[in-house]
């Protein structure tokens, strides 16, 4: 997929629709939308708060298979996704999600977030952000939360999502610098 070259006239929930129905083919259409409704949500809040998304580089910590790292780097920003890659259908798996990284062209750093320092250089990124990971975290994210932060550049975001404790809706917290 090629990048988008001017933002004025981004059809987030297309792009998000073109990337759910060819990576998530063999889930029922209901799981797919419910993918692209959240995803392209989440896009459009990412579009909706910075001016101009071309050249902005955001890192994804948890990714997973890189749903989100593929739909910024489709709206032409520096993506990385950050994960540990050790789920055991992620490693036995051949899904054609493996592929996201290079049909997308963003950048992978394999981490385990829960032991390890993200090594990223301050004041360096103008979007980081975590979808449902803090709650699987056996020890504080608290290490990770400060490093993602001083991590962001002057007006930049951190987004945290998790599940509400006893809901079913999701509580997002986001930071700015």
């Not at 070259?5 to 939308?33: G, L, P």
């Not at 992620?90 to 990284?101: G, H, M």
């Not at 979007?127 to 007006?155: C, G, Q, W």
């Not at 930049?156 to 999701?170: I, Q, V």
């Amino acid at each position: 997929m090629k990048k988008i070259k001017t933002m004025q006239f981004v059809n987030i929930e297309q792009i998000t629709t073109d990337i759910v129905e060819k990576y998530w083919a063999n889930y029922s259409k209901y799981e797919r939308e419910q993918y692209a409704l959240r995803f392209s949500a989440i896009a459009k809040i990412v579009k909706e708060n910075f001016i101009s998304l071309e050249n902005k580089k955001v890192i994804d910590i948890g990714g997973g298979w890189g749903i989100f790292s593929a739909i910024c780097s489709s709206m032409s920003m520096e993506s990385w996704l950050f994960d540990d890659f050790r789920d055991e259908g992620f490693l036995k798996s051949t899904d054609i999600r493996k592929n996201l990284p290079n049909d997308f062209n963003f950048s992978v750093k394999q981490i385990d977030i829960s032991k390890q320092p993200l090594n990223i250089k301050k004041g360096s990124y103008d979007l980081i952000t975590t979808f449902d990971v803090i709650e699987h975290l056996h020890n504080s994210p608290k290490k990770m939360i400060h490093e993602a932060y001083d991590a962001l550049k002057k007006r930049g975001c951190l987004d945290y999502w998790c599940p509400k404790l006893r809901k079913t809706f999701k509580t997002n917290f986001l930071f700015a610098r």
